[in-house]
């Protein structure tokens, strides 16, 4: 994972600790640094990133200003030598806050409350863009069409650049790649076999040892598909077989 970050800070000293410091993190993409608000706002309007490092009590315009300004507030960490801050900034939920001069342990702590916050975005962005297994998608082949409830489909197969769908005795060919098909799939009721095939898990009829540490399904429309070596493993810990 990488994650971008920016530096609003007017004191070129603690901007150089701040960097000194990310060094060690190989994640952290410093996109840019800023010694004002006004700078910052632009920066942050410009690269867009993941997190931000604030310093509070800046001249003219102080932190506060800034994250008012700003129509998506990056994850924000504030820095600042004046610990009467720190209580005010949850007010703007800020992730944490670093004082000045920032020591070593407490910057692992607050990166790694970063590194769960984006996790758990990333996972709630997948979520949310899933179908479930009462969702319909349209299927048109040649002069025939369907809607077809995702619980209903089988198995997916690689054709060449089409993907042939199982559902009810039919096998049309639907013009995605496998890849963009797995994106959406529930996961609970999927699994990726193979390079491939996908099959609905719920349509297993019987599964047996094969060669090689593989596993061989059969269908309950009667198709055998072969499991890969490595997804075999993964198979089992997810039926906990």
Not at 20 to 36: C, P, R, T
Not at 48 to 66: A, R, S
Not at 77 to 97: H, V
Not at 136 to 156: A, P, T, Y
Request: aromatic content about 10%.
């Amino acid at each position: 994972m990488r994650i971008r970050t920016v530096i609003v800070e007017d004191s070129r000293l603690a901007r150089n600790e701040l960097k000194e410091l990310l060094k060690d993190y190989d994640e952290i993409e410093l996109v840019g640094e800023a010694e004002n608000v006004d700078e910052g706002y632009e920066l942050i309007g410009n690269e867009n990133p993941d997190l931000l490092f604030l310093d509070i009590n800046m001249p003219e315009k102080d932190g506060f200003e800034l994250l008012e300004m700003l129509d998506e507030v990056p994850i924000t960490i504030f820095t600042t030598a004046f610990d009467e801050y720190a209580i005010k900034s949850f007010e703007y939920n800020a992730l944490d806050y670093l004082l000045k001069p920032v020591n070593e342990k407490r910057f692992a702590i607050a990166l790694e409350k970063v590194r769960v916050r984006l996790e758990n975005k990333q996972r709630k962005n997948s979520e949310s863009t899933r179908l479930t297994v009462n969702s319909q998608i349209f299927i048109k082949d040649g002069e025939s069409c369907w809607l077809v409830k995702i619980g209903d489909i089988s198995q997916f197969e690689i054709v060449g650049n089409y993907t042939r769908v199982f559902f009810e005795g039919k096998k049309p060919m639907l013009y995605k790649s496998l890849n963009q098909i797995e994106e959406k799939l529930p996961e609970e009721s999927f699994f990726r076999a193979n390079r491939q095939q996908i099959v609905n898990t719920n349509y297993i009829e019987t599964v047996i040892p094969w060669f090689n540490g593989k596993l061989k399904l059969t269908m309950k429309n009667g198709e055998e598909v072969e499991v890969s070596r490595r997804q075999s493993y993964i198979f089992k810990d997810k039926m906990s077989l």
